[in-house]
């Protein structure tokens, strides 16, 4: 185990270093910079209590002198947890996944429903079985993208699929990290449990805002938030806070990318981004952006992200048919045994209509035949609108004077501390315009050092299920 660990330490160790030396690369070519000790001054002065151990106490000229060193490790330490996402992802693959196995999926619902005794040896068989197929997906991945991707994931890690001592060393790889993966679920589960009985939903809330703070960074994304980011800007929109065709200039911190996801995680289409087009899809559906006059900036720190967003603006710019270029599919699998709203499965029905056109959907896994399919093809000019940005909004900001009207983040600044989250929310007020908004669904410390204030929030409701929905936060930049 000891072994294990160091060796995942020393992988981590050399990603992030080489993560950072791309990164730097990146910056110097789109003009992004970390925040510097005078920006951050007043949040230290005020958090001092819960300031990093490095600079917690600290006199002001020795955090000054300490700050770069510092911004520059934790850029990297950050960057560091998108390996232990990729873990996740794995997991999330091993249990959903049905591109390499005909087994069940073991969805969350049926691991809550398995744990019960009676169930346990059923559970243990088909988990097993899952493995048994995924490590024989390892060593002959043959086109599958997933497949490939995490074959040189564990690769990585020292582990070799194609011969046997490898995967008895791999399928010990796989149990830890899942055992590790149902831990770290079951004290997410305690935490929410002990923080609704000392506070009820205000600190249920704020717990669940900072929820994943020593998770690693994971890329799956789904539908679902657009929904509620829809509805914020239709309430936006009443509100007077956004005027019709006054949004020209949007945001996106951290777009996701659809591997397999753990609510609905299915791999039976390519890998996809899905915020992007959905928020251009519902900027024009509200009325708020012209497509003639919209500028899309998507901000992540995630080369696979970054990679699969510049391929598609390539393809959008250089298809065959001249300037029109390639267009990019999205596929929208929706489960009816979901108990969806009646706003969801409208919201479901109508996504792309404003970006794009119905597509052939891709054909479900065996298994999965009682699912709705649609695709929307999205225009290659909506595509292009899309520019990616690597930038860690904890620590960087743009050098240039952005000045966008609306942000989103979406499960992305769970993932920090409170300390981390008023970093990032000082960058992000740097880079809108005053009157400017994000959106995020995250309660977010307002200090009265910065010029970010709550303008209200929008709930919206997926499901039937318990705590299926998001509680949109409106922050705006003042004066």
């Known amino acids: 185990m000891l072994k294990l660990f160091t060796r995942v330490f020393f992988y981590l160790a050399v990603i992030a270093c080489a993560l950072s030396a791309q990164s730097s690369q990146t910056r110097a070519q789109t003009g992004v910079r970390y925040i510097d000790y005078t920006e951050a001054q007043p949040i230290l002065r005020l958090l001092d209590e819960i300031a990093p151990a490095e600079l917690k106490g600290k006199p002001p000229e020795a955090q000054a002198a300490l700050w770069l060193d510092w911004v520059k490790a934790r850029d990297a330490a950050v960057r560091a947890r998108l390996r232990q996402g990729d873990e996740d992802t794995l997991i999330n693959f091993l249990l959903f996944g049905s591109s390499f196995t005909k087994q069940p999926r073991v969805t969350a619902v049926e691991l809550q429903r398995l744990k019960q005794a009676p169930k346990a040896e059923e559970a243990s068989k088909i988990i097993n079985a899952r493995i048994d197929d995924l490590l024989r997906g390892l060593a002959a991945p043959g086109a599958n993208e997933r497949l490939l991707f995490l074959r040189k994931l564990v690769a990585q890690q020292g582990h070799k699929a194609a011969i046997a001592e490898g995967r008895a060393r791999l399928r010990e790889y796989l149990f830890i990290n899942l055992r590790r993966v149902l831990n770290e679920q079951e004290s997410y589960e305690q935490a929410i449990a002990a923080a609704r009985l000392q506070g009820g939903a205000n600190e249920e809330f704020v717990e669940r805002s900072k929820l994943y703070r020593t998770r690693g960074l994971s890329l799956d994304t789904t539908l679902s938030p657009n929904l509620a980011v829809e509805e914020s800007l239709k309430a936006l929109k009443a509100r007077g806070l956004f005027a019709a065709g006054g949004v020209k200039k949007v945001a996106i911190i951290g777009p996701g990318l659809d591997f397999t996801d753990k609510a609905a995680g299915y791999d039976f289409y390519p890998e996809q981004t899905i915020q992007p087009f959905a928020l251009i899809d519902s900027l024009l559906r509200t009325g708020l952006a012209m497509t003639g006059a919209l500028q899309v900036t998507a901000f992540d720190i995630s080369p696979r992200v970054l990679d699969h967003l510049n391929r598609a603006r390539d393809r959008a710019a250089r298809g065959p048919h001249g300037p029109r270029g390639y267009g990019y599919t999205v596929q929208l699998p929706h489960d009816p045994n ?142």
């Open 338 to 479: 979901m108990n969806w709203k009646p706003e969801w499965v409208s919201f479901w029905k109508n996504f792309g209509d404003r970006i794009g056109k119905p597509a052939t959907a891709a054909a479900a896994a065996a298994g999965l035949s009682g699912l709705k399919l649609r695709a929307v093809r999205i225009n290659p000019s909506i595509v292009r609108l899309i520019t990616p940005v690597d930038l860690n909004v904890v620590f960087q900001r743009s050098i240039r004077a952005e000045n966008f009207d609306l942000i989103i983040a979406t499960n992305i600044l769970v993932y920090y501390d409170v300390f981390e989250q008023s970093l990032a929310l000082l960058n992000i007020e740097s880079m809108l315009r005053p009157g400017g908004l994000l959106l995020s669904n995250n309660a977010l410390l307002e200090l009265p050092v910065t010029r970010m204030k709550s303008a209200g929030y929008q709930t919206t409701v997926y499901s039937d299920r318990e705590n299926d929905g998001d509680h949109i936060v409106w922050y705006q930049r003042l004066q």
